[in-house]
């Protein structure tokens, strides 16, 4: 049963949906509160209503008996009057006919009709007297009202009334049933409006919680609900299951060659692809940036290689993107864990199939399974993060030194600063633990220990002298102020100082949403920076997939050849002309080129014949510690 986009659940397992019952709790909460709501104001309607026919029936009954009564003067209120008779014998008339019983009394609180010595007015007879208005009450089963009479503006006497109450009571049931009703009727309206419109609200809080906003497959907090129940149940019926992480090759290149939306388009496509190639009872969802899941289930060894071939032959097809002549081919890294074997829980089973994942990336085997003696360089990596640390904090990392030959003078024409860890005494190298603080975001911490150490060691050796930036660093608001601050420390000149960027500090990270801001970010820096009259250098031109467009729009003053190109010089004779059309492009755009990676005199004069204006590498000097450097000669190479 498919149950939303990219999500399915096969009907053979029980599998809860996700715990979001805020619809639910609504319909109770709110069917509960529409009968209180509805039951208090028909009641408080009610009794209003109640209150307004009661007055109304005593105003009814005022009218009647005046009627009976007519036009009266002051003295007809005095006994033994003749007028007195005749009203008194028309009104007993009446009573008897109509079932009502009237006593009247004067002025003076004396009880005249019927003639009764010992009776004394009581509250509303009282308040008649005194010139309220004409009230009600009920009273032993009837309804007894009392009515001022006034002559000339003033109160010459009171009818007490007295009438059968039955009529009244059913008028009043009447009045409240009506009040009841409606008051009901208006609120249980209201929550099937608010009803409908939280429904509405649900679902796409629903969809925001638990599904990805760009592709419209589950994420990872759906995963995790589906993976829990799923994992339970292999657990009781003992069944087999796997948990992929699929990650896309060179995506942020393709991103950056396209733009970002069509880069969205084609994660689109990539989602509709992986749902296209898994069983129904399977479920795929995207983790963020390039990166997915797949959830397979009642799955072995064998059966879950099959789903991955399937996946990675199915990447062999083009992707067509709309508004795209050219189409797009895209390779994907698949790691592989199993349950039970890789992991007891999602959290186990997500990091063996990360392990996993990165040594399908290194073999370049599309997928691999996990092993547990893959992971030994991830829990040796976490040993060497906390020392790189411990390190840093102690002041217990040093620079080593590179010289920088210019062809043209043979003269030493300055040195890079390359950061070093003694570790117990023995070196580890870079490529060990630079990636390591650049996922763990140690990264910024060393490069301002180098920018300091190094701009102080520069005025020691009188010479300009570069630094190696990450793409970190450069994308930090703050980082003109940390040269300029190291500059100042150190008083040197901001001319002599060279940093080192590369390609990918312009490009940003994988997130689409925050690629273009990062990249500006870095281009205003690299132009605060040129503003104090600090140098840029663009490492490794010639080996990103975008470097004409970050030659376009970068502020830099040299350029870097890859290695890779000067390794080609004597072998390759492309590598060699790639060498002189970069040469000529920088020299084209007034800057100089500077070749990494030499190794051989033969290149070395190679590349002075070629024009090339700087060279680096072991062929002109390792790097060494700053007291060697200092007794270096000036000319290196003849």
């Known amino acids: 049963m498919r149950i939303s986009r990219g999500a399915w659940l096969n009907l053979n397992r029980p599998v809860h949906l996700p715990r979001l019952n805020l619809l639910q709790r609504f319909t109770l909460l709110g069917l509960g509160v529409t009968l209180l709501l509805g039951g ?24 009647l008996v005046r009627g009976w009564v007519g036009e009266v003067s002051a003295q007809d209120f005095l006994p033994g009057q003749e007028t007195f008779r005749t009203w008194q014998q028309r009104l007993g008339v009446k009573e008897r006919l109509d079932g009502v019983e009237v006593r009247v009394w004067n002025s003076q609180g004396v009880l005249i009709y019927p003639d009764d010595p010992r009776s004394a007015p009581e509250g509303g007879v009282a308040q008649a007297l005194a010139g309220e208005a004409v009230s009600a009450r009920a009273s032993q089963g009837r309804l007894e009202v009392f009515v001022p009479v006034r002559v000339a503006g003033q109160v010459v006497g009171a009818y007490q009334i007295y009438r059968p109450i039955v009529p009244l009571e059913e008028r009043i049931s009447r009045i409240q049933a009506w009040a009841w009703g409606s008051s009901l009727g208006v609120f249980v309206l209201l929550f099937l409006a608010l009803f409908a419109l939280l429904r509405v609200a649900s679902r796409e809080i629903q969809r925001t919680a638990y599904y990805d906003p760009l592709t419209g497959l589950p994420n990872r907090h759906f995963l995790r609900e589906i993976a829990e129940a799923t994992l339970a149940r292999a657990h009781r019926v003992g069944m087999g299951m796997a948990l992929v992480i699929l990650d ?40 963020g940036g390039d990166e997915f899941a ?123 600063a390359l950061l070093r860890w003694y570790r117990v005494g023995e070196l580890v190298m870079p490529g060990a633990f630079i990636p390591l603080a650049e996922e763990s975001g140690l990264i910024q911490s060393l490069d301002r220990f180098v920018l300091r150490r190094a ?11 570069s630094v190696n930036f990450s793409p970190r660093s450069l994308n930090e ?44 970010q870095a281009i205003a820096n690299l132009k605060a920076l040129r503003a104090l009259g600090v140098r840029i250098a663009l490492d490794d031109f ?97």
Request: glycine share 8%; aromatic share 6%; hydrophobic share 40%.
């Open 542 to 638: 010639g080996s990103g997939y975008s470097w004409l467009s970050c030659l376009k729009h970068t502020p830099v003053d040299l350029l870097k050849m890859a290695p890779t190109f000067v390794a080609g010089i004597g072998k390759d004779p492309r590598d060699e002309e790639m060498i002189r059309s970069l040469i000529a492009l920088g020299h084209g755009l007034g800057l100089k080129v500077l070749a990494e990676g030499v190794e051989t005199p033969e290149q070395l004069a190679w590349l002075r014949e070629a024009g090339c204006d700087l060279a680096q590498g072991y062929g002109v000097a390792r790097p060494v510690p700053l007291e060697i450097l200092r007794m270096a000669p000036s000319s290196l190479a003849g």
């Open 294 to 416: 797949l959830l397979v289930s009642d799955v072995n060894v064998g059966g879950v290689a099959e789903v991955a071939k399937r996946i990675l032959l199915s990447f062999g097809e083009p992707f067509e993107l709309p508004g795209h002549r050219q189409k797009v081919y895209v390779q994907a890294s698949l790691g592989v864990a199993l349950y039970p074997e890789d992991g007891a829980d999602l959290e186990e089973l997500m990091h063996a199939a990360d392990v996993a994942l990165r040594r399908a990336k290194q073999e370049d085997s599309g997928f691999a399974f996990y092993r547990p003696d893959y992971d030994h360089h991830t829990q040796d990596r976490l040993a060497l993060q906390a020392a790189l640390h411990q390190a840093l904090k102690e002041d217990d990392l040093t620079l080593h030194y590179q010289s920088i030959l210019d062809l043209q003078t043979g003269a030493l024409d300055r040195a890079e």
């Open 40 to 63: 208090v104001f028909g009641y408080l309607l009610s009794q209003r209503m109640a209150q307004d026919a009661l007055q109304d029936s005593a105003r009814e009954t005022a009218t």
């Open 477 to 520: 608001p703050q980082v003109v102020e940390w040269v300029q601050q190291a500059l100042e420390e150190s008083r040197l000149e901001p001319a002599r100082l060279c940093l080192e960027i590369t390609e990918v500090a312009l490009r940003g990270d994988s997130r689409a949403s925050t690629l273009q801001t990062e990249r500006e």
């Open 455 to 465: 701009t102080l060691e520069a005025v020691r050796l009188g010479l300009q002298i």
């Open 248 to 287: 896309l090759d060179r995506f942020q290149e393709i991103n950056d060659a396209l733009g970002a939306p069509s880069g969205d388009l084609l994660l689109k496509k990539v989602g509709e692809r992986l749902q296209a190639d898994l069983r129904a009872g399977d479920m795929v969802c995207r983790l």
